[in-house]
C-alpha cells in the first residue's frame, strides 16, 4: 500500500498529470453543459468565436483555439454540415460565416459556458482564478517559443 501511496503522492507533485487529470475533470463537467448545444464544448467554443467574430480566416480560428489545420477543418465541416456555420474559399485561404441556425445556439453556448465557469468559482477565488489562468498562460506561451 506504501508504493501506491508514494505514486499517488509523486503523481500529484506532477505538473503534467495534475494538468491532465484536471483537464478530464473540467472536461467532463463541460461536456455534460454543452450538451443542451447538441456539440462539445471545442465545437462550441469553435461556433462561438465565428459568431462573435464572423468572416474570419480558418487559420486565424485554428490560432485562438490553439487547434492544428487538420483538426479545425474536421470541426468547421461539421459545424457547416450542421448549417451552423459557412465557408468560402478564396485562392487559398478559408473565411467562415456565421449562420442564423448558428446564431441561434449563442445564448445555450453563453450558459453552458457561464455554468462551467460558476462551478471552478466556487471552488477558487476570483484572484485564485485569475492567477492560475496567467500561470497557465506564461507556462503554454514558454512552452510554444521553444
Known amino acids: 500500500m506504501d508504493?501506491?501511496?508514494?505514486?499517488?503522492?509523486?503523481?500529484?507533485?506532477c505538473l503534467f498529470f495534475s494538468s491532465c487529470k484536471l483537464a478530464r475533470v473540467l472536461g467532463k463537467t463541460a461536456e455534460e453543459d454543452f450538451k443542451v448545444t447538441g456539440l462539445s464544448p471545442s465545437h462550441a467554443f469553435?461556433?462561438?468565436?465565428?459568431?462573435?467574430?464572423?468572416g474570419l480566416g480558418q487559420k486565424q480560428i485554428g490560432e485562438?483555439?490553439?487547434?492544428?489545420?487538420?483538426?479545425?477543418?474536421?470541426?468547421?465541416?461539421?459545424?457547416?454540415?450542421?448549417?451552423l456555420v459557412s465557408r468560402k474559399s478564396e485562392g487559398k485561404n478559408v473565411y467562415i460565416f456565421k449562420t442564423e441556425k448558428g446564431l441561434h445556439?449563442?445564448?445555450?453556448?453563453?450558459?453552458?459556458?457561464?455554468?462551467?465557469?460558476?462551478?471552478?468559482?466556487?471552488?477558487?477565488?476570483?484572484e485564485e482564478s485569475e492567477q492560475f489562468i496567467s500561470t497557465a498562460n506564461k507556462i503554454i506561451a514558454k512552452l510554444e517559443s521553444k
Open 3 to 13: 508504493h501506491i501511496d508514494n505514486t499517488d503522492t509523486q503523481l500529484n507533485e
Open 46 to 54: 469553435l461556433l462561438h468565436i465565428v459568431n462573435i467574430s464572423d
Open 64 to 83: 485562438a483555439l490553439h487547434m492544428t489545420p487538420s483538426t479545425i477543418t474536421r470541426f468547421i465541416e461539421k459545424l457547416e454540415n450542421k448549417g
Open 105 to 126: 445556439l449563442q445564448p445555450e453556448i453563453e450558459k453552458a459556458w457561464a455554468h462551467v465557469h460558476e462551478i471552478y468559482s466556487d471552488i477558487l477565488t476570483i
